[in-house]
């Protein structure tokens, strides 16, 4: 929490603003000042000193405006101090007096609450996010000229801003619009039931883009204390909707395949924004024609995937921001990507160089690849394929009975699951671990690989209803991590 503090002293007129702040803050004294002038309210016209604390932490956006002017006034004995004890303030000044939106109000308000303070005074046009905190009396106003008038309890401050639109949901396509692909869509179920990583490869127009954007179709809703976590970091990277705060849905982010590393990890001068894999939290990344983005790019995903966060460091700190995310990924096979891999006309060397960005600790990360074939003639003229609404309730028995088995160690997915429980506490029949222990005998897994491949057969089990992984189970899953990717 920032304590703001506003001292006037005898001296030459001017503004000082001291305690580690970048530009914005700076330039913060211009508008605070005429903000106070228009809104009918003398500024002091000798020296003004305004200390941000503590003066270690470095000051960054322009959400410290209404709180500088109210210490001025406060300063100045224009208003009452008697509710700013326990009230936390924060917004944007136009030069008139109007208060606009900063972004982060959520994780703001949240760690005022956390702190011990009871009000908060937003712009009204944060009210709706800043609402989602309970625990926490929310004023919205308008104008420092509202927050003065209600520090001397003239009014009321408003909790809504203007009449609740209605916004109706994403409309998601339908996985029964999808011809064929009966082992991908398999591949794509399992991967929502389980909350694990794929890989598609096939030639162009075969439907890699077509399954992953069905994807969040199949997803169930995000739990309210997931829905905050999301919120919390969109509104971080102002991506949030004004008039629909609360993000219920699975994220599904999309970058293009010339993003760098800034983009898809976070970043910026000063402190580090959210980059892409945050924003995609406990919500899914898709990169399509992966293979196009360079190899370290790609190889910065591995320690998001293994941690679930991202930890950024820049000129004013470390940023570190949650990014569990769900990683689909779709790739040609080669650079020519003919419609039948019989016409290629790549050389060998080509081919494994074209693949070759996915690096051996990436794609070990990987639990699911899967190589799709285009469709026979007579799939695209049959009947269509099972709906979204369908899969989705499939999806959910499994991911319900996954949440009521780890309840007590508090994991929600069997991705989340670590290894040294999956094969001490909750170990598999020694004879359905035997295709994994050849596997590893035989050097077609690493040590992660099984850990992985097990953690896909607690899924495959989940999805037909069982209590253990069997033999079965275990060699679909090893079936998935081949390299070439045929399921």
């Not at 944060?126 to 926490?136: C, H, K, P, R």
């Not at 000063?270 to 190889?299: N, Q, T, W």
């Not at 989340?416 to 590893?440: D, I, K, N």
Request: charged share 20%; proline share 7%.
């Amino acid at each position: 929490m920032i304590e703001i503090q506003a001292n006037i002293s005898s001296g030459l007129p001017g503004v000082t603003i001291s305690g580690n702040v970048d530009a914005s803050l700076r330039e913060a004294k211009e508008r605070v000042r005429a903000a106070v002038a228009n809104s009918e309210m003398k500024f002091p016209s000798t020296k003004v000193t305004i200390a941000l604390a503590p003066a270690i932490l470095p000051k960054v956006g322009p959400g410290f405006d209404l709180p500088m002017a109210i210490a001025v006034l406060l300063a100045a004995h224009e208003i009452s101090p008697t509710k700013l004890e326990d009230t936390v303030m924060l917004g944007e000044l136009a030069l008139d007096g109007r208060l606009r939106p900063v972004r982060g109000v959520l994780p703001l308000l949240l760690a005022a609450r956390d702190a011990g303070f009871a009000r908060a005074v937003v712009p009204i046009g944060n009210v709706a996010e800043a609402t989602l905190v309970s625990g926490l009396d929310v004023g919205g106003a308008q104008s420092l000229s509202d927050v003065v008038r209600w520090l001397d309890g003239d009014v009321v401050l408003d909790t809504v801003d203007g009449e609740p639109v209605e916004i109706a949901p994403a409309v998601v396509p339908d996985m029964a619009d999808v011809a064929g692909q009966a082992a991908a869509r398999r591949a794509l179920e399992i991967a929502a039931a389980g909350a694990h990583h794929l890989l598609m490869t096939g030639p162009p127009g075969i439907g890699k883009t077509m399954l992953a954007s069905r994807l969040p179709g199949i997803l169930p809703t995000l739990s309210y204390e997931e829905s905050l976590e999301v919120t919390a970091i969109h509104s971080i990277a102002g991506t949030l909707p004004a008039h629909h705060p609360l993000i219920t849905s699975p994220p599904f982010v999309a970058p293009h395949h010339s993003a760098g590393m800034t983009a898809l990890l976070g970043g910026g001068t000063g402190m580090a924004k959210p980059g892409s894999v945050s924003r995609a939290h406990r919500g899914i990344l898709f990169l399509d024609e992966c293979a196009e983005m360079g190899a370290k790019v790609l190889d910065a995903l591995r320690q998001p995937l293994e941690e679930g966060e991202v930890r950024i460091s820049r000129r004013d700190g470390t940023a570190v921001y949650p990014a569990r995310f769900q990683l689909i990924l779709a790739a040609n096979p080669c650079p020519c990507a003919p419609a039948h891999d019989i016409d290629c006309i790549c050389t060998s060397i080509q081919r494994r160089r074209y693949l070759g960005k996915l690096s051996g600790p990436l794609m070990d990360r990987i639990d699911l690849r899967v190589q799709m074939e285009p469709p026979a003639n007579s799939a695209l003229m049959t009947e269509a394929g099972e709906s979204s609404a369908v899969v989705a309730a499939r999806v959910a028995e499994a991911r319900a009975a996954a949440r009521e088995r780890w309840s007590a160690d508090g994991w929600l997915t069997n991705t989340e699951v670590p290894g040294t429980a999956l094969r001490h506490r909750y170990r598999p029949s020694a004879t359905a671990l035997r295709p994994l222990e050849q596997a590893l005998r035989q050097g077609r897994v690493t040590t992660r690989g099984a850990d992985r491949a097990l953690r896909v057969a607690w899924t495959i089990c989940d999805l037909r209803g069982g209590d253990m992984p069997n033999e079965d189970d275990v060699v679909a899953a090893l079936t998935y991590r081949d390299r070439g990717g045929r399921a």
